[in-house]
């Protein structure tokens, strides 16, 4: 099957500890993406990745980090310094920046 | 100015009936445009993309494009229950060969039976 996954799905971290969350996708997509969804908001843009070993910055990258050491993998690092992390985050691919975009189930994400 | 608007809805629309969801957006050298769909806990999932000024019909969905007026909508013929859900409107724009998507907030569509 092909797709994106994500994983955990459901992810608790005590104040002060950075977690990493995972995306993985098998549909040899160049392009990859990080988003936070807050409730009743649209997605932000956090990181993206348009060739492997490279990434830029997105619209909300503070307190955030990424690697993008393989093509399939792009696994996003949610640091300490990020003041408000409880949410709902969204990994996606794109055969190209330009083109449509597919997503992963999502991780919630709940800092105790 | 947001980069992308939609109205917040919610949108009620009755079972049978065509429900029209609107949006709006600012970079006019944007280039390509999607609707997704967005149960509650779900991630997004794509029902239309459009690139091209005028209607694209997929089904029950018919997109519609007028780049002049930088306006995109949604129509949803003969919704059903399983419809309601929040559509997420998203546009492409270029700067440098740098892609990004940028996404409304959302309509939310209840369907009643």
């Known amino acids: 099957d092909g797709g994106i996954t994500q994983s955990p799905k459901y992810l608790f971290r005590k104040e002060g500890q950075n977690v990493t969350l995972s995306c993985e996708q098998n549909?040899?997509?160049?392009?990859m993406y990080w988003y936070r969804q807050d409730p009743g908001q649209g997605l932000r843009l956090i990181y993206y990745?348009?060739?492997?070993?490279?990434?830029q910055k997105g619209d909300i990258a503070e307190g955030y980090s990424v690697s993008r050491e393989k093509k399939e993998s792009f696994p996003l690092t949610v640091t300490s310094a990020q003041k408000n992390p409880t949410a709902f985050y969204l990994c996606?691919?794109?055969?190209?920046?330009?083109?449509?975009?597919?997503f992963g189930p999502g991780t919630r994400l709940t800092v105790l | 100015q947001k980069e992308v608007e939609q109205n917040s809805g919610p949108l009620s629309v009755p079972e049978g009936a065509i429900a029209s969801l609107n949006c709006t957006y600012s970079d006019r050298g944007s280039q390509s445009f999607f609707w997704y769909r967005q149960y509650s806990g779900k991630s997004p999932e794509l029902i239309m993309f459009?690139?091209?000024?005028g209607d694209k019909e997929d089904g029950r969905f018919t997109a519609q494009l007028n780049k002049a007026s930088q306006y995109v909508s949604l129509l949803i013929r003969d919704s059903q229950p399983s419809d309601s859900a929040t559509y997420l409107c998203?546009?492409?724009?270029?700067?440098?060969?740098?892609?990004?998507?940028?996404f409304g907030a959302g309509t939310t569509v209840t369907v009643r039976a």
């Open positions: 996606a691919s794109s055969i190209h920046p330009r083109q449509e975009q597919f």
């Open positions: 459009i690139y091209s000024n």
């Open positions: 990745s348009q060739i492997v070993n490279d990434f």
């Open positions: 549909l040899n997509h160049d392009a």
């Open positions: 998203a546009v492409t724009h270029s700067l440098n060969n740098d892609y990004k998507l940028s």
